[in-house]
């Protein structure tokens, strides 16, 4: 079953990134740049934690398990481990004090943590309400929190013209109804159109927000939903991080006008 | 003027008292706060988010419980050091200034409070105002604070805030100590209708210390010492502004302090960058950049109170005062506004005697009364 055959869920709208790959360069747009990866520790969340480190970025991580984080800490002694669960609400701030307190700021935030829903996948109709319930707590009110309890920080990135991110990971589940897919699918349809409806209405404030579809890739969370998938179709998590990385670093590669503006007032 | 007791940072029925540079009062709803500013003004707020400075514990020596309140640091960097004031056991229903007394603090006492271990370096010219050093890394010192940490209380609340109560919808570094409540009356759509009238918005960062400790030897050196930063972009936009003769508007007594600070430091300009303010405003200070300010409804004798006789003279703030009472104003964190426009009188003509007056009258306690060993 071909889940996931999307790469690219860019945002229709005006502002939307010519979303060009840039590889590691010496003018690479991701160096120094504080990020903030949920469900770092495994999966596509790791493998992006590798790949912006290795790009030069500050890096922390959030997962929920303290021995994976600690075990991601000791891989990768650059990055910042937290211990969290984005699904509670308890957890945001916490989370975000420390990630701020480890990094000074931010300037990109990847709400990547997914919680797939019932296990196995089931049809709608027999999904537990309280399964749905946390589906929606960990993919569609955690992003919402997290970016809102880090809204000041990133639009102080902004206004000092660094470009502020908000990566929202995506899945064509999210466009397409699959059966037996209701409890995720609902709920990243739900995180596409926040983040389609924020990115608008942050614009003014230099933050652009992003929904990515990284496509079916081999990684717990798809062993889980498709136990029996032809794993050597899927896509490799780290190759999927490395796409993921080229796209926020094109658009960190542009700079906001409204901080140009500034300057230009100021100095003329 | 009456307690607000309800954690709501921007109530539907919140108003504002304000007094043009003529000393003319008059009132409006809070919200209408943007039709108050000009195309070309900046607008200043203080972007710190607010620490969860209360960590209760136990004092190891004695067994007996604590409860240390983080009241201020001398950088926005580390996490290490802070000075802190310590009560006896209690909560946040019996009001500061009764609480018990802690037990006595030495230097090199250690206390437990949750994960995080520290020990008191020395006492600060108080027996229970502290410097005291977290045990640990830089990581496990943020985690124990953002695990164990709670929001700083107050008794005229009748439940316990929780930390999204105390963070402005701007906040961002979590450095202070007391939320900046001036900035509650903020959200992001008053931000986009400044946005749009050519009013410009930028951040300061600036360590909010305790506001009261319940003791008045301690409060009598109110503000701490705190350190700020100003961004580049708040800088340019300061600079500009000057320079076009649009109005510098402070959100609140931190953001005033600071830019005041930063003023007398450099004959008016404003540059970017990290620093210490050390100064108190009062009715002698002349201000060099501050054109007006939105603060809480203060009560004399405190010192944002004083920082207020900086802008207009003491026949007007009498007159404030009795317009506060007689229209059941709201004071405190979660309360009503006042604006208030420098008096024409209070021009800007600054020497160099200025700043050095402001420099010796540091508020800063001192930290070598009792040194350690």
């Known amino acids: ?268 | 003027m009456i307690a607000a007791h309800l954690p709501i940072q921007r109530p539907s029925n919140a108003k504002v008292l304000i007094v043009d540079g003529q000393g003319n009062i008059e009132h409006r709803a809070r919200s209408e706060f943007a039709n108050l500013l000009r195309p070309g003004d900046v607008v200043v707020a203080n972007d710190a988010a607010t620490l969860p400075a209360s960590l209760s514990g136990q004092h190891s020596r004695t067994g007996r419980r604590i409860e240390v309140r983080l009241a201020g640091r001398d950088s926005l960097d580390g996490n290490r050091q802070f000075s802190a004031v310590v009560f006896g056991e209690g909560n946040f229903r019996t009001p500061t200034e009764d609480r018990s007394k802690p037990p006595e603090l030495n230097c090199g006492d250690r206390l437990e409070l949750g994960r995080l271990r520290g020990t008191v370096l020395r006492l600060l010219n108080h027996p229970r105002f502290i410097s005291l050093q977290f045990e640990g890394s830089p990581r496990e010192i943020w985690e124990g604070l953002a695990r164990h940490g709670r929001p700083i209380q107050y008794a005229h609340l009748p439940t316990p805030l929780a930390v999204w109560d105390t963070w402005t919808p701007i906040a961002g570094p979590p450095v202070a100590f007391e939320p900046p409540s001036a900035g509650f009356v903020l959200d992001w759509s008053m931000l986009a209708s400044m946005s749009a009238r050519k009013i410009r918005f930028g951040t300061i960062t600036h360590a909010a210390g305790l506001s009261s400790t319940g003791d008045p030897e301690l409060d009598a050196l109110l503000p701490f010492a705190e350190p700020y930063r100003i961004p580049r972009s708040t800088s340019l936009m300061i600079k500009h502004a000057q320079a076009s003769h649009g109005r510098i508007i402070a959100i609140g007594t931190t953001v005033a302090r600071a830019l005041e600070h930063t003023a007398a430091m450099f004959d008016g300009v404003v540059p970017f960058g990290e620093r210490l303010a050390t100064q108190r405003l009062g009715a002698s200070s002349r201000l060099r950049v501050v054109d007006a300010i939105l603060s809480g409804t203060h009560e004399r004798g405190t010192s944002h109170y004083e920082l207020l006789r900086a802008f207009v003279d003491d026949e007007i703030l009498g007159r404030i005062d009795k317009e506060l009472n007689a229209r059941d104003y709201r004071t405190h964190e979660f309360g009503d506004s006042v604006f208030l426009e420098r008096a024409a009188n209070r021009t800007r003509p600054l020497g160099p005697a200025i700043c050095r007056r402001m420099t010796v009258n540091s508020s800063t306690p001192s930290v070598s009364a009792k040194e350690c060993a």
């Open chain 1, 1 to 268: 079953m071909n889940i996931h055959h999307k790469t690219v869920d860019s945002i229709p709208s005006p502002l939307s990134p010519r979303l060009t790959p840039t590889g590691a360069h010496p003018c690479n747009p991701l160096t120094d740049i504080r990020v903030a990866i949920t469900g770092g520790s495994s999966g596509l969340g790791l493998s992006l934690v590798r790949e912006l480190l290795n790009r030069g970025a500050k890096v922390a991580l959030v997962a929920r398990c303290r021995n994976r984080v600690e075990c991601v800490v000791q891989e990768l002694p650059p990055a910042h481990g937290i211990v969290g669960d984005v699904s509670r609400k308890e957890d945001i701030h916490p989370i975000t004090m420390q990630i701020l307190g480890a990094l000074g700021g931010l300037d990109v935030l990847i709400n990547n943590a997914s919680d797939l829903g019932p296990i196995p996948l089931q049809l709608l109709a027999d999904t537990e309400c309280e399964d749905i319930e946390r589906t929606l707590a960990t993919n569609l009110l955690g992003p919402f929190r997290l970016t809102k309890a880090m809204l000041g920080s990133l639009a102080a990135s902004a206004r000092e013209g660094r470009v502020a991110v908000v990566v929202n990971v995506s899945s064509d589940a999210a466009v397409h109804a699959y059966s037996r897919w209701g409890a995720y699918g609902a709920s990243k349809a739900a995180l596409l159109h926040l983040s389609r409806i924020w990115n608008e209405e942050l614009s003014l404030e230099g933050v652009r927000v992003l929904s990515i579809d990284p496509g079916d890739m081999d990684t717990p969370l798809h062993a889980a939903a498709v136990p029996d998938a032809d794993r050597s179709t899927l896509k490799r998590p780290e190759v999927a991080a490395r796409e993921l990385a080229d796209m926020v670093a094109a658009v960190l590669s542009r700079r906001t006008p409204d901080s140009d503006a500034i300057v230009q007032e100021a100095i003329g």
